[in-house]
Structure formats: C-alpha cells, structure tokens
C-alpha cells in the first residue's frame, strides 16, 4: 500500500463525531455485565456458533465466513467479553447514531477493529495516535483501520472482516492469526467524510508484538485498560469551536474523542460497565480538530 492510500484508508477512524455519536443516554438501557476492572482468569466462555443481529442483518453468516475463510465465531471467548457479544447482536443502529449510511448505498465503505486483550491490568483495548504532522486530525487516537479494498471482498459481508484485520497488520503490525473475530456493530456514517464505517470486534486471543509501521503516519501504538475507560476521573465532554460535543476519555496521556470515544462510550453503556460520570465536565479543542 502506497503512502496516500495509508492517508486515505487511516482517515476512516479518525474523523469528527459531529452528529455522530453523542453522549452517552442516561434512560437507555442494555446488557448489564461485570465491569471489568483488574485482571480476570481468561478461561473459555460459553461456546456459540456465529453471532446473529447484527452480524446476520449486515450478512455476515456462518455460511459466509465459512466460504470467505473469514472465522467469527464467539467459541472460547473469556467471560469478561460476553456483555460485548450480546451487546453487538442485540443493540440497533439508532442506539448507536442518529447518522445512519444512506439507503442508496453510497458512502466510502471502511472498517475499524475494535480488539480487546488482556494486559497486567486486565482487559484492554488496542489503539493508535495519528503523527502530529498529518493535515487531518493531527495526534488524534483512533482504532486501527481504513477503507476497503478490492481485494477484501464483498463489502456487505465479509469485506470488512478482512479489512479490519488486514489495516490492523499494515498500521500496528499485528499478527491477525492471533485475533478472533466475534461481532461486528451496525455500519455507522460520517456524513463529513461519506464514510460508512462498520465497527469489527476482535478478542485478542494470542497476542503478538506491535509498534509504529509507518512514523508518517503513526505516532504511538498503545492499549488502555478497559478499568481506565469506565473510571469517571478518566470521562469528559469534549466541545469543539463549532459547537457539537461527544464523549471523551483522558487515558494514557491522550485525549480519546471523536468517532472512536463514541464508539468506545457505546460499547462501555451496553455492555453495562458504565459509571455514573460528570457529563458537565468538559474539554474543549481547538479549530484543528
């Protein structure tokens, strides 16, 4: 991959949440599980075929994956995760985004992978920070992944399983035969970008070495402990000059906002590890952003 299509596939994790993902409902309710907050045995949860809801409504089927030799299976995954996995096959698209991708099917078709492993800490969650010389979204940390690329396959079913793991490899240098995937989130749109980005769940079964691949590109790669993302100290509003705001997490030096807080922020609400947090406390940032 070329140094621009590295620009334009990174871009897809990183734009602005601008009426995208907000925060977090008080009155909404979903799975409620254990809050993960320190290390946990990591021994095999409930086996269960492919996931249905949402992998099954975005196509991604038993029969798919089996076609594709893409794997998304729940099978082994450490019981900490299984609010997760309900959450990814129950929750709806408006639960997510007021912002859904257009019914033409237009939109530059992305994904991102949202990988959970276990640290010293307990679970974590993988992520990257753009170089602090890039045009766009400058030192801002996102998921790894980008758009789709031909060779991924079919984006309504198992082009973004590839993706996510394929972008994941080139941006952090991941080994993706380590990585389980086990639920994918409704496709979300970006209307700044005409981005349609669907979220890929990941449990980092074997984990494997990572690090900066391209310094242009990359400042950091880093995980945060999922206890630091659900801590309140650790939760804010983050407000642009525009005016729109989204939730943030202040988290291993970086300030986490924009398309991948919210996402983080919906998976912490219906997974049911959020805690109460000060919604009035704020960040603001500045024209860049």
Known sequence: MTHAQTHRTTQAGNDSAEGVLGN????????????PVGPVPVGPGPGRPVPVGRAA?????????AEAGVGLTTDGLPAWL???ARAARSVQPQQLSSFLPPESGAGRQSAVLVLFGEGERGPELLLMERAGTLRSHAGQPSFPGGALDPEDGDQATTGPLRAALREAEEETGLDP????LFGVLPRLYIPV???????VLGWWRAPSPVGVVDPAETARVFTVPVA???DPAN???AVHPRGHSGPAFLVESALVWGFTAGVIDRIVHYAGWERPWDRTRQVPLDWRA
Do not use: C, I, K, Y
Request: aromatic share 2%; no cysteine.
């Open 57 to 65: 409504e975005a196509g991604v089927t038993e029969a798919g994956v």
């Open 228 to 230: 630091d993302l659900t």
């Open 177 to 180: 035969r380590g990585v389980q």
């Open 82 to 84: 299984d609010p997760v």
């Open 24 to 35: 977090s409902n008080p009155g909404a309710t979903g799975p409620v599980g254990p809050v």
């Open 235 to 237: 939760r804010a509003t």
């Open 193 to 199: 970008s005409s981005f349609v980005v669907t979220p």
